[in-house]
């Protein structure tokens, strides 16, 4: 019933800059919470930055001053903005949204996966 798709990941050299996508679809009543996890062989997936309906921001320490996570509510998407991007930053990057559907009780989805890969 609900659909979370992203786009915008790849390939980019130390320093570079992407920007993910994530759009909510299907019998959406109203998407709450929204959020990037990213996740690399053998770790746990970790929280890279959310954002609530209101606007406020949380990102992890590792990110911040160069990742910017917002959104468009009329569009129900999510995005983050990636810049001086390193090693490090090299993940599978998830969508993760609370949404509540017509007739549900609201719960957590999460979109298919996105690769990013910083390399020289």
């Known amino acids: 019933q609900v659909q979370l798709v992203e786009s915008g990941g790849g390939l980019v050299q130390p320093g570079g800059s992407l920007k993910l996508s994530c759009a909510a679809s299907g019998s959406i009543f109203r998407v709450y919470g929204m959020g990037w996890y990213r996740q690399t062989p053998g770790k746990q997936r970790e929280s890279v930055a959310n954002?609530?309906?209101?606007?406020?921001?949380d990102y992890v320490d590792s990110v911040k001053g160069r990742f910017t996570i917002s959104r468009d509510n009329a569009l129900n998407t999510v995005y983050l903005q990636m810049n001086s991007l390193n090693f490090e930053d090299t993940a599978v990057y998830y969508c993760n949204a609370e949404i509540k559907v017509w007739g549900l009780e609201a719960e957590d989805y999460w979109g298919q996966g996105t690769q990013v890969t910083v390399s020289s």
């Open positions: 954002i609530t309906r209101t606007g406020r921001i």
